[in-house]
């Protein structure tokens, strides 16, 4: 296995990935994606009550603090066919808004910039040029010559010191990198002051949650948000208003940085739109709702076959049969025993680890705790790719309003930048968005989009709310028997489904189908590659001892690997005992 070239652990994701790829010519010719640790919610949850079960969902993960609650909750009200009152739905939406919003902005500048930003090189950088440049392709109050040489000087103390904190261990220098130093200078700034702006997200899911992360304020049929104008101890007007400034601060990031820096890097780094486009199946689930019964949202759903939007299938309500009937998971190269491909509602979750004998992946045996979705195609299953480019190629084949806008504009913009670097706009259209940097600029858009959207359901609450409506919560109640409920919600890496069997009212089976599990799902028992894995293949690697170009297209898909919550000896034996509840 001596032309492996192992990139274990992928670092700036949460949870332990292992990538093994292998190299010829200066190209990747073959991938592995290997999910290193074992998620096993879905046993601690069977016997217990379903209104208790999105408290234990949402701890599959620290860093997606509401999305596994969401979904629990809504696959226990699928199941019970309830509906959730106006006020209560609109809560839901101004948090789930508020999240994705502040994790797209921490992805792009904290997770994944450093992967095309040559940190040290901003310290060669004119501050002067550096202010007339981001000038030209973007309107942000917070750039300016003074503010670019502050964060200069910060960065030469750093650097001088030998100490250069969240900076260290990068790739700089790489040939891979190609950024001018004034450039990596704004986006080093940037950087800085997102800091503070995925913060104000992160404030308003506190207030409406209760705390971040991991919030307090759900129930199965609504929120346990207290509503009244008058009263200091419940959500009032004062703090109303004051998530509701918190949105248009974060708005304005996204809309006037985010989004301008997302497009000025795709343009330096114009040659990368043909790489890591990999499955190109799209899956994404409508989200927003803006009725009591699921039937109406803001955000859009469905399927794309093929990268062809000709194809678009959409998926339109919590009932809609053509998602819930068709997902399938596949575990011949996952390890769990058995080697079947099964619907959600009938699966187990029996770990079965066998190691990877030779110390690296075997393509032929099993090699990842992470399952491999499916969907199925006529009289076949596929891979699809779930995340926000996902839920963007779906909108505009859809012709949803601000998708389409926002992403010819984007594309416009994309164009200028192009011209005034001396770059060929050729080619430069929405099939781009299909690449490494297309999924970037589609989280950004996604982004853009929900930073309108947080505003109109903000809007949609208080406009309730002054009708006299302060109702939150529809009260659960639980028959004799069998039932069957699938929650989904589009989270910021995409698309999440929880999937619940209920009989005489304890939990029988559950399972979660999470984005991360679409995207770095191994081979299924077809030989077809999952997503990070077909995503790389085909991609230049300048220096195997130095794989940036691995991380660059993993890391577009924003990994989330934190799905673990036991630890398993090789041997079997039983390393420790925890107590829930």
């Known amino acids: 296995m001596a032309n492996r070239v192992v990139v274990d652990p992928v670092t700036r994701i949460e949870g332990h990935l292992r990538i093994e790829v292998v190299p010829e010519n200066g190209y990747i010719k073959e991938a592995y994606s290997s999910s290193q640790m074992w998620r096993g919610i879905e046993v601690i949850l069977q016997g217990r009550d379903p209104d208790d079960a999105w408290m234990f969902a949402q701890r599959i993960c620290g860093v997606c603090t509401t999305v596994h609650a969401i979904a629990s909750v809504r696959s226990v009200e699928n199941a019970l066919q309830l509906e959730v009152p106006y006020n209560a739905q609109m809560v839901r939406n101004i948090i789930i808004a508020a999240h994705a919003l502040h994790d797209h902005i921490v992805h792009f500048y904290h997770l994944s910039a450093l992967d095309w930003v040559d940190v040290v090189s901003a310290l060669k950088a004119d501050p002067h040029k550096a202010a007339k440049i981001a000038e030209s392709y973007q309107n942000w109050k917070l750039n300016?010559?003074?503010?670019?040489?502050?964060?200069?000087?910060?960065?030469?103390?750093?650097?001088?010191?030998?100490?250069?904190?969240?900076?260290?261990?990068?790739?700089?220098?790489?040939?891979?990198?190609?950024?001018?130093?004034?450039?990596?200078?704004?986006?080093?700034?940037?950087?800085?002051?997102?800091?503070?702006?995925?913060?104000?997200?992160?404030?308003?899911?506190?207030?409406?949650?209760?705390?971040?992360?991991?919030?307090?304020?759900?129930?199965?049929?609504?929120?346990?948000?207290?509503?009244?104008?008058?009263?200091?101890?419940?959500?009032?007007?004062?703090?109303l208003y004051y998530i509701k400034q918190l949105l248009e601060e974060v708005r304005d990031f996204v809309h006037n940085c985010y989004v301008p820096d997302v497009i000025a890097i795709a343009a330096f780094y114009k040659e990368w739109l043909k790489y890591g486009r990999g499955v190109d199946n799209y899956l994404a689930v409508p989200d927003l709702p803006q009725d009591t019964k699921g039937e109406v949202f803001d955000l859009p759903g469905g399927t794309i076959f093929g990268g062809d939007l000709s194809t678009v299938k959409p998926i339109k309500s919590f009932n809609d049969e053509y998602f819930i009937k068709n997902v399938r998971e596949n575990i011949t190269h996952s390890w769990y025993k058995g080697n079947w491909t099964k619907h959600p509602w009938e699966e187990d979750t029996v770990p079965d680890y066998t190691g990877m004998p030779g110390g690296y992946i075997d393509p032929n045996g099993k090699y990842s705790w992470t399952k491999a979705p499916r969907f199925v195609k006529g009289n076949d299953y596929v891979p699809m790719q779930v995340g926000p480019l996902a839920q963007i190629l779906v909108g505009y084949a859809q012709g949803h309003k601000l998708i389409k806008k926002y992403v010819d504009q984007a594309l416009s913009d994309l164009k200028s930048v192009l011209s005034l670097i001396g770059e060929s706009t050729e080619g430069v259209d929405v099939d781009a968005l299909?690449?490494?940097?297309?999924?970037?600029?589609?989280?950004?858009?996604?982004?853009?989009?929900?930073?309108?959207?947080?505003?109109?359901?903000?809007e949609q609450l208080v406009d309730n709310i002054g009708r006299g409506d302060l109702e939150i919560y529809n009260p659960p109640s639980y028959p004799a028997g069998e039932i069957k409920g699938c929650g989904f919600h589009e989270a910021p890496r995409g698309t999440l489904s929880h999937w619940c069997v209920i009989e005489n009212g304890k939990i029988k089976n559950y399972q979660a189908v999470v984005p991360s599990t679409w995207n770095s799902s191994p081979m299924d028992d077809k030989g077809q590659h999952g997503p990070y894995e077909a995503s790389l293949i085909g991609n230049p690697l300048a220096d195997p001892e130095r794989p940036l170009e691995v991380l660059r297209t993993v890391h577009s898909f924003d990994p989330c690997i934190a799905c673990a919550v036991h630890l398993v000896d090789p041997e079997g034996n039983e390393i420790t005992k925890v107590k829930v509840l």
Do not use: C
């Open 144 to 239: 300016g010559a003074s503010v670019f040489k502050a964060v200069q000087d910060k960065l030469r103390k750093f650097v001088e010191s030998g100490q250069l904190g969240p900076f260290a261990n990068g790739y700089w220098g790489h040939p891979a990198m190609k950024l001018p130093p004034e450039v990596n200078l704004i986006a080093v700034t940037h950087y800085l002051q997102a800091l503070d702006y995925q913060r104000k997200a992160d404030q308003a899911i506190a207030i409406l949650g209760g705390k971040n992360p991991h919030i307090q304020n759900l129930a199965v049929g609504g929120v346990s948000t207290a509503i009244n104008p008058d009263n200091e101890a419940t959500l009032n007007m004062e703090r």
């Open 434 to 458: 299909q690449s490494t940097p297309g999924r970037h600029l589609a989280r950004a858009l996604r982004a853009k989009v929900l930073s309108d959207l947080a505003l109109k359901q903000w």
